[in-house]
């Protein structure tokens, strides 16, 4: 399998040139050649994998430079029953991501029960383990710089504690997480991970990684890296769960089945239509955004309009208030027919218009082809979904299942059955719970007390100099 760029400059890359890399050497964004192609027979051979078996089989399809032996040891290693354990009543630890009926016809496909309690855990903790074989490999080590208002910073350090070659520096704005977040967090005794309380908010952390970053010869002698929504392997290791979903679900192989997918930075869907190009028989892809709609909108209208920073709300689904979709060029690149020169022309359009317009467009013709549809949830919304969800289903889900949930059930179809992905337990998010049921979330047994754990941070300013200096004494230095 070979990668190329959106930007069409980059070609031929192998899967493990584009592992531990961000963007691409023009600024685009890595795809692969072309989609592997299950035939009815390939998932008919599918439908009762274990997990782990079905990841082996999806990822050896796109890691074909890693041999398949250490491949299959990665995997072993990532998706086991005591990583992603909670133990809630009627879940079998084993499936990795049980699946649950809500009513007929309607399943919670459950991916937070990783260390996190998010479905970023499904991916991160698979992206430690290649990342440590492949730096092994190479002789390198790498230092990951990242900011994070909550999920993904912590998703990222305990996929990453313990590592071999591989140091975390994450800034967080001080003062600013919840406490559950930072203890999370900051309990973490890992000599290899860093936690940067900066004062400021998480903009300003933000700008301080940025400004790291583009210092090149930093960048360079100490081996910055990210591990942000774009990293190719952290995609494709959700294409995993679609085929896990589905295969939980459908009366028969070929039959179809839809999903409900929150989203954000268009990572956990932009999977879920990586596994319908791949064959996988995905009726609907609902796409359900909060108050921060620029992803419902290009679906209802062909107009893509990311907002500024002043323009992004602070909602009670706080893991999807982005202001553009980090990864939804992906999803553009196939929809134009994979022309990178109308990339291109498109995000030029956006830098001097604000947005680009497909209406009109035989492009946007086509749009019927992919499956996806789409809706919006309001914090109204939001509170009567987990209400609900706790009436019917005595289930408590967290906001961001609820958006999902809310829309998923706006287009769901007859005979068609629909899982909604839940990406994270409530007990992240006790003040809406709070403010939809008037109790606390129940909170797994191994995260009871966690706010009493010791605490490891520094406060620092919000300053690349200051930041570089602390990287400087503390990192690995490569030569
Ligand atoms: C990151 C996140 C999302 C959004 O996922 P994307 O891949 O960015 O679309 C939704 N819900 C939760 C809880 C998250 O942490």
């Known amino acids: 399998m070979r990668y190329v760029s959106t930007r069409g400059e980059d070609q031929g890359a192998g899967f493990r040139d584009i592992l531990l890399g961000g963007l691409m050497g023009d600024g685009g964004l890595a795809m692969p050649s072309a989609y592997p192609r299950l035939s009815t027979a390939d998932l008919e051979s599918m439908h009762a994998m274990s997990y782990r078996d079905l990841a082996f089989a999806v990822l050896r399809l796109f890691a074909t430079d890693v041999p398949e032996a250490v491949l299959r040891g990665l995997v072993d290693k990532t998706y086991t029953a005591d990583v992603y354990c909670n133990g809630r009543p009627g879940e079998d630890a084993q499936q990795i991501t049980p699946v649950r009926q809500l009513e007929l016809g309607v399943y919670l496909l459950a991916l937070s029960n990783g260390p ?16 440590e074989w492949a730096l092994a490999e190479n002789g390198e080590t790498l230092n990951i710089l990242g900011a994070t208002s909550g999920d993904t910073g912590s998703s990222a350090e305990y996929a990453m504690r313990g590592k071999h070659g591989i140091r975390v520096f994450m800034l967080s704005p001080h003062g600013k997480m919840s406490l559950f977040q930072t203890a999370q967090m900051f309990s973490l005794s890992d000599s290899n991970i860093h936690n940067l309380a900066v004062r400021g908010v998480f903009d300003d952390c933000q700008d301080v990684v940025k400004a790291v970053s583009n210092d090149l010869a930093f960048k360079r002698q100490y081996r910055i ?17 679609y085929f896990k979903g589905y295969f939980a679900v459908a009366p028969e192989a070929g039959a179809p089945v839809s999903f409900a997918v929150p989203s954000g930075n268009f990572g956990n869907i932009c999977a879920g239509h990586i596994a319908r190009m791949m064959g996988l028989p995905i009726r609907r892809l609902i796409l359900a955004t909060n108050e921060n709609d620029v992803l419902d909108e290009f679906f209802r209208t062909g107009v893509y309009r990311p907002r500024g920073t ?10 999807m208030d982005i202001s553009k979709a980090s990864n939804f060029e992906r999803f553009v690149f196939d929809l134009v027919g994979r022309d990178p020169a109308r990339i291109e022309s498109l995000w030029r359009q956006m ?6 317009d497909l209406r009109g467009t035989p492009e946007w013709q086509t749009i019927g082809r992919y499956g996806f549809v789409s809706g919006a949830s309001t914090h109204q919304n939001r509170l009567e979904t987990i209400r609900r969800a706790w009436e019917t289903y005595r289930l408590m889900i967290d906001p961001h299942t609820a958006d999902g949930l809310k829309v998923g059930m706006e287009y769901r179809e007859e ?6 992905l839940e990406t994270a337990l409530p007990a992240k998010f006790a003040e809406t719970i709070q403010e939809a049921l008037g109790r606390a979330p129940v ?6 007390g966690i706010e009493q754990l010791p605490q490891r941070s520094v406060v620092l300013a919000p ?7 602390f990287i400087r004494e503390r990192a690995v230095e490569c030569g």
């Open 116 to 131: 996190t309690l998010a479905f970023k855990d499904m991916a991160m903790q698979l992206l430690g383990n290649l990342f």
């Open 225 to 241: 890296g990210t591990v942000n929504s774009i990293n190719w392997a952290r995609v494709v290791a959700q294409v995993v769960y």
């Open 310 to 319: 002043a323009e992004t709300r602070q909602t009670s689904s706080p893991s």
């Open 351 to 356: 830098a001097t218009d604000g947005a680009f």
């Open 415 to 420: 005979g068609v059955p629909l899982v909604c």
């Open 443 to 448: 909170r797994p047994r191994k995260f009871e």
């Open 463 to 469: 300053d690349a100099e200051v930041v570089k200096n």
